[in-house]
């Protein structure tokens, strides 16, 4: 609890010191949570164009919680980073338990990020260790950097916390390349996490559930690129047409765990189009 106190009061100053016209915040967004329900809920994105950040609800934006599979994002630079994933193709084996059909079956480190595959990122943690996940987490500085308990559980056992805020500034360093990881490391990654590309946007994600409590947390951390096409005149040193636009975002929220009243899985992407196509950071269908 003291490091969520503390996250949340160091990035609210943060949040103080900038211009009003730089920062904004959307309680408007709150009606997309408002329709399903949802009472504890935030969402934050940063239009890299602009140099402007907009949020829902920022006591919640700033405070800490468990990543869940969030954290697998981070997971894949270090095993791509320390070599345990030479590439995106390293194999792990099934261990033939039972899981999900999804699952249950030998995969590459690019199928278990899409399909968030626990079975495959605990031993990938296991292959990495608590020594060197620790170097990481204190590297990048990720949330609190606080792990305990077994190397393979600390984004599900409520030791390693992240702000909503955190993961949206992760997000950007990761989009331009700018972690404490190889160009090749983050190139890899960043293109795991594309889940939609069409000819006027792309959309990368990571999704994220984890229990706390009676409370079940629902993430979904990503950017979005917004594609525009300019006729470039004669002569000019820009040798493309196409301009791609980034918006980071990161949204969480957290419903009773026996509230199954919802596919809260779907529900989460759902919000996530809405208040993207709302701002503009996806086209309006």
Not at 15 to 35: L, P, Q, V
Not at 183 to 209: A, C, F, S
């Amino acid at each position: 609890m003291r490091s969520r106190i503390i996250a949340g009061c160091l990035i609210v100053i943060l949040f103080s010191c900038c211009r009003d016209a730089r920062i904004k915040e959307h309680s408007d967004w709150g009606k997309y949570f408002d329709n399903y329900g949802i009472k504890n809920a935030c969402f934050i994105l940063r239009d890299n164009n602009h140099e402007s950040i907009h949020y829902y609800n920022k006591p919640r934006c700033v405070e800490r919680i468990l990543p869940a599979s969030t954290f697998k994002v981070f997971l894949s630079l270090v095993a791509l980073e320390t070599a345990v994933a030479p590439d995106d193709q390293l194999v792990i084996k099934w261990d033939s338990v039972h899981r999900k059909p999804e699952w249950d079956k030998d995969m590459n480190l690019r199928e278990a990020l899409k399909t968030s595959s626990e079975p495959y990122f605990k031993e990938l943690a296991r292959r990495i260790g608590p020594a060197r996940m620790q170097h990481y987490l204190d590297t990048v500085k990720y949330g609190n950097m606080t792990m305990w308990g077994k190397v393979d559980e600390i984004w599900e056992n409520d030791s390693l916390q992240i702000s909503a805020d955190e993961q949206m500034g992760f997000l950007k360093k990761l989009y331009f390349t700018e972690l404490p990881f190889a160009e090749r490391t983050q190139r890899i990654v960043k293109t795991m996490m594309q889940w939609e590309q069409t000819p006027d946007h792309n959309l990368y994600y990571k999704t994220g559930t984890g229990m706390v409590g009676g409370k079940t947390v629902y993430w979904v951390i990503g950017f979005a690129e917004r594609i525009e096409h300019v006729k470039e005149p004669e002569g000019s040193m820009n040798k493309s047409d196409v301009r791609e636009y980034p918006y980071f975002f990161a949204q969480n929220f957290e419903m009773p765990t026996a509230d199954t009243s919802k596919d809260w899985y779907k529900v989460r992407l759902a919000i996530v189009h809405d208040i993207l196509t709302d701002y503009g950071a996806l086209p309006k269908n």
